[in-house]
C-alpha cells in the first residue's frame, strides 16, 4: 500500500513519525512518501525538516492518505486550496487517517459529516467547532468509520496505525509489530486515559 | 539546553522522534539540531530523511546528545571512526541520552564500562555483546547512572525523555508534557512491561 503523508508547516513531529515508525518498518507492505502543497523543505518549530513532493504530483493511487496535526492546523484549516487538495485526494484515497487536530482539516472538507469521529482531547472545543456536522466522540482513543481513521492527540496515532494493521492483518500482526517497538498498545479504541469532558 | 542529535544511514525513526517530540514541544527550554558523521542527508528504510551537519562542525557546548538505535547500529558499531566521535561529543556532552541499540554505540567507546545501563530487549544479547564490562539491566525501561540515560525499545525513547524532564524539572512538569501528547508515560523506569528474558 502507498501512504502519501501530508505535510504543512509546523506539523506536530510525532503525529507523522509514530504511524510511520509503525507503517515504514513493514518495508514490504507499506511504503510512505512525503507530500505538502507548495512542495519542497517543510518544517516545524521542534526543528525538524522534510522534503516534500507537491500533493499535485500525487500520481500513483495512494491507499492510505496520513493528515497529522500540530499548530500549523490552525492556519491550514483557513487555507482553502489546502482544504479541496485534501477533500481531492482523500476522495481518491482508499484510507484517510488523521491524527490529532488533524481531523479539523478533514472535518472542513465536508468528508466527515454526519460520520463518527474523534480528535485531540486538549484541543476538543477547537476542533469540533470546525465540524459541527460530524459526530465527535470524546472518549475514543481512536474511531473508525467506513473508510475514516481519526485518532485522538499526538501518540493516540500509533494506537490507531496499529488498530489499522489489526483490522488489515489481525490483531496477533499488530501485537507483534507493537512489540517489536516497545511500545505498551492502548488495544481499546474506545477508551481513551484522555478523554475529553 | 542545546541537544545534538546523532543520526546515521538506517537509524530508527521512533527513537529519534519520541525524544524530538518530548523536548521539541519546550521551544524555551531546548533546541534542537541534528548531525552526522559525514553531513547531508542522512536517510533510512521507512522513507525518512533529515538534512544534518557534521559532528565536527559541533562548537557551541552540548547539553544532551541524543544516541537513537536501528538497523544502522549493526553497521555502526564497527565504524571505528564513529565511535571515537561518539566518545568525543560524548565527553563534552552534560548529558548522554541513548534510545534502544544506541546504546550499543555507546558501550563500544567504553564510557559505559562499570556503569548501569539498558537496551532494546528484542536484541538484548547482540547489544550486551557490544558493551561486556558494562553492568546491563534487563528490567529496566531506562536507567540513569550519572550523566548517562539509557532507554529500552524505541518507544521506550519516549519515556526516557519524559524522566529526563523529570528528574530537570520535576515530576507534575513531566507528567503535564505527557498529558499533552496524550502519552501513557511508564513512569516506574525499573519496570518494563517488554523485559528480557
Not at 505538502?36 to 504530483?57: D, F, K, M, W, Y
Not at 487538495?85 to 484510507?95: H, L, N, P, T
Amino acid at each position: 500500500m502507498n501512504i502519501a503523508v501530508l505535510l504543512f508547516n509546523d506539523f506536530e513531529t510525532l503525529d507523522v513519525f509514530g504511524p510511520v515508525e509503525v507503517f515504514g518498518r513493514l518495508t514490504d507492505l507499506y511504503t510512505i512518501k512525503f507530500y505538502s502543497l507548495p512542495g519542497g523543505q517543510i518544517s516545524n518549530r521542534h526543528g525538524v525538516s522534510l522534503s516534500t513532493a507537491t500533493l499535485e504530483s500525487i500520481t500513483t493511487p495512494v491507499e492510505i492518505f496520513l493528515v497529522p496535526g500540530g499548530f500549523g492546523t490552525r492556519t491550514e484549516v483557513h487555507n482553502l486550496l489546502m482544504i479541496e487538495k485534501i477533500k481531492e485526494v482523500s476522495d481518491q484515497s482508499k484510507y484517510v487517517l488523521t491524527v490529532c487536530t488533524g481531523s479539523a482539516l478533514l472535518a472542513q472538507t465536508g468528508l466527515l459529516n454526519h460520520k463518527k469521529a474523534t480528535s485531540n482531547k486538549r484541543a476538543f472545543a477547537w476542533v469540533t467547532g470546525n465540524g459541527p456536522e460530524v459526530q465527535w466522540d470524546k472518549a475514543a482513543r481512536w474511531v473508525v468509520d467506513g473508510k475514516f481513521y481519526t485518532s485522538s492527540g499526538v501518540s493516540a496515532g500509533i494506537d490507531m496505525s496499529l488498530g489499522f494493521l489489526s483490522d488489515q492483518h489481525g490483531i496477533e500482526f499488530a501485537r507483534k509489530v507493537a512489540t517489536e517497538i516497545e511500545y505498551n498498545w492502548m488495544e481499546d479504541k474506545d477508551n481513551d486515559t484522555f478523554k475529553a469532558e
